[in-house]
């Protein structure tokens, strides 16, 4: 490990940030604005560096998701996460996968900042609740009661069931297979009836802007894809936010990034990122270090 705190600990400040905003790129800046300011900090004061960078970057995002509101209201269509190109070992950390699914971030937007704060700092990183507090700026017993709303509100909207990598790499395999070949009925077998398509073009390039819900509907989206797919369509797999993933690449070129949840053996909700401006990390192949927890600092 590094001599420098920030450096040792770099990987966790992009993790919560990025699980905070959603956002490879905020993520990245306000990792940026956490080095200056520890630059600048009078360090031999500093008792805990860990906790000490970890407030810095708390309230940095903090400050982002409260400007970003009107953003969001001007935004065309479903809003999703910008996809987190990572390598298939961050799926054995069951835990870290998790968190930083499309599934979780999607639910995390539900919530208000400081509710988001207190759940992604308490319940991923385990962070004391008195720490939580000073990054915040509420009382430990305050920061007890948003973590256990926003605990439930979260678990509400978790998939009902957890699956293998194995398990799930096996039914979008399936998926991937139906869908190039235009298998209607493949597409059927594979996708659970109540699922759910979620595609985010922002604006920038065609997509729907709304969700589709029910087989049915969806099935009838996806159906045409192998006709008009032209000559340089090529769909592949990848792995992104934890977990197996898909994406469409035409003329050599990113086009689509695509995830997925899986319960009991069938595809229950497709996100589907067209915004190309959401896909330029995974177009640069920006693979990041993600860390859920790390030894801690001598106070």
């Known amino acids: 490990m590094s001599d420098d705190p920030f450096v040792a600990h770099r990987g966790l400040l992009f993790t919560v940030a990025y699980e905070m905003l959603g956002s490879v790129a905020d993520a990245d800046d306000v990792v940026q604005e956490t080095w200056l300011r520890w630059a600048s900090a009078a ?7 860990r906790a000490y960078l ?5 309230r940095q995002a903090l400050n982002r998701l409260r400007s970003r509101k009107r953003r969001r209201e001007d935004y065309v269509g479903e ?10 070992e961050v799926a054995e950390d069951v835990e870290l996968a998790e968190s930083i699914s ?4 999607t639910g995390l937007e539900t919530l208000g900042p400081t509710e988001r704060a207190v759940f992604v700092l308490r319940e991923v990183f385990e962070t004391p609740y008195d720490e939580i507090a000073a990054a915040v700026g509420k009382t430990p017993a305050a920061v007890r009661q948003i973590a256990h709303r926003a605990r439930e509100h979260v678990a509400a909207r978790r998939p009902r069931m957890q699956v293998t990598r194995a398990e799930q790499e096996a039914v ?7 869908l190039t070949d235009g298998d209607v009925r493949g597409l059927v077998e594979v996708l659970a009836p109540d699922v759910a398509l979620v595609p985010d073009g922002g604006g920038v390039v065609p997509a729907l802007r709304v969700s589709l819900v029910g087989v049915e509907s969806v099935v009838r989206a996806l159906s045409g894809f192998a006709k008009r797919a032209r000559a340089g369509t090529v769909v592949s797999r990848m792995w992104i936010n934890g977990g197996p993933a ?11 990034a695509i995830s997925f949840v ?8 497709i996100y589907a990122v067209r915004n190309p401006h959401k896909l330029t990390p995974l177009r640069e192949a ?3 270090t993600l860390q859920r927890s790390t030894s801690r600092d001598d106070a």
């Open 43 to 49: 360090r031999p004061e500093v008792r805990d560096p």
């Open 246 to 256: 898909a994406r469409i690449d035409v003329d050599g070129v990113l086009d689509t």
């Open 79 to 88: 809003w999703l996460p910008e996809p987190l190109l990572v390598g298939p």
């Open 102 to 105: 499309m599934a979780m971030l």
């Open 262 to 269: 899986v319960e009991d053996g069938r595809i229950t909700r």
């Open 54 to 58: 970890v407030r810095i970057v708390t």
């Open 286 to 288: 920006k693979q990041v």
């Open 172 to 178: 979008i395999a399936r998926f991937l297979e139906a």
